[in-house]
């Protein structure tokens, strides 16, 4: 069965350190990536999406990038932080061929001092 | 473009008490839909879904039912429990490459013992 894992689980970081948030993604190949941020009490944000290696789509202008260096890890990444970045990161995958629903990692909560 | 519109939250029942939550949508062509559920600090987990009109998903006592002449998914269960706190999303794919999903803002439920 696949499964999701990301880490780390709670990150407190201050404003204007670098980021760096992993996801990785065991027993399938070739899926689906996506990064999703939500703010407190708030709904789904979605940050980036990626169809292969190297191939990062952005949904969303801002100090953060993404990148997937190998088929089943997707990084989310930014060179400094800010205040408004605080939140709950969401990676999910889904199959490129079919069911169409998406199946979300447990989540990094990121608090930015 | 796509669109889901849920009710808003909270919803707050007694223990035992019947659960709709409402959600419409904006689509071209043939979606699916889905209803997510997050507990508190977890990520998503898909509950149940529908892949053609008059479809029924069902899943841990909860159903939805798929109408296209209504454009709904509304999530329904005959009797809560208190483990069932947590937020419900509505969401949709217009299975599009990518398999990106729309989503609802999110309904919190709460039940009280």
């Known amino acids: 069965s696949q499964t999701i894992h990301q880490w780390p689980a709670t990150l407190v970081q201050p404003v204007g350190s670098p980021l760096s948030l992993e996801c990785t993604v065991e027993?399938?190949?070739?899926?689906?990536l996506y990064w999703y941020r939500q703010a407190a009490g708030r709904g789904l944000q979605l940050l980036f999406y990626s169809v292969g290696i190297g191939q990062i789509s952005s949904e969303v202008p801002q100090n953060l990038s993404a990148s997937r260096p190998q088929d089943r890890q997707f990084i989310l990444s930014s060179k400094k932080l800010l205040l408004s970045d605080s939140g709950f990161y969401l990676c999910?995958?889904?199959?490129?061929?079919?069911?169409?629903?998406?199946?979300f990692g447990p989540g990094t909560r990121l608090t930015v001092t | 473009g796509d669109s889901v519109t849920q009710m808003e939250g909270p919803v707050t029942l007694s223990e035992e008490a019947f659960l709709t939550i409402n959600c419409t949508y904006t689509?071209?062509?043939?979606?699916?839909l889905f209803w997510y559920v997050q507990y508190p600090g977890e990520g998503l987990q898909l509950l149940l879904k529908a892949t053609k009109a008059d479809d029924k998903g069902s899943n841990k006592g909860f159903e939805a039912t798929y109408r296209k002449e209504t454009t709904s998914f509304h999530l329904e269960k005959g009797s809560v429990q208190v483990s069932d706190s947590a937020v419900y999303f509505c969401a949709l794919s217009d299975n599009n490459a990518g398999n990106m999903l729309t989503f609802g803002g999110g309904t919190r439920l709460m039940v009280k013992p």
């Open positions: 689509a071209t062509g043939y979606p699916s």
């Open positions: 999910a995958w889904s199959d490129p061929v079919g069911p169409y629903e998406q199946y």
């Open positions: 027993g399938t190949s070739n899926p689906n």
